[in-house]
Nanobody, 115 residues
């Protein structure tokens, strides 16, 4: 079993920054993909950014140039540095890890962008 623990969400003003962290523990295959997704109420969960264990990154168009994903393989931890935040970025952000047919989710962390 794999557990993901997220941290770093909160309230920030438009134009501000936040950094999300997610640490994975348990039986984790070294060749994996970690990432962040978000889900607004009444909408489907959508990809924000993902990164492979080899460092390849993929971003949603809506966050390119504003968000940066990184990871520390030794700590099984993934980060999401969010800058130039907008009110439309407000929602719950979920951490994910997947390898092979397995995918695990964190409990979610709320990000609110408001003045």
């Amino acid at each position: 079993q794999v557990q993901l623990v997220e941290s770093g969400g909160g309230l920030v003003q438009p134009g501000g920054s936040l950094r999300l962290s997610c640490s994975a523990s348990g039986s984790i295959f070294s060749d994996n993909v970690m990432g962040w997704y978000r889900q607004a109420q009444g909408k489907e969960r959508e990809l924000v950014a993902v990164i492979t264990s080899g460092g390849r990154r993929n971003y949603a168009d809506s966050v390119k140039g504003r968000f940066t994903i990184s990871r520390d393989n030794a700590k099984n931890t993934v980060y999401l540095q969010m800058t130039s935040l907008r009110p439309e970025d407000t929602t719950v952000y979920y951490c994910s890890i997947n390898y092979g047919v397995y995918r695990y989710w964190g409990q979610g962390t709320q990000v609110t962008v408001s003045s």
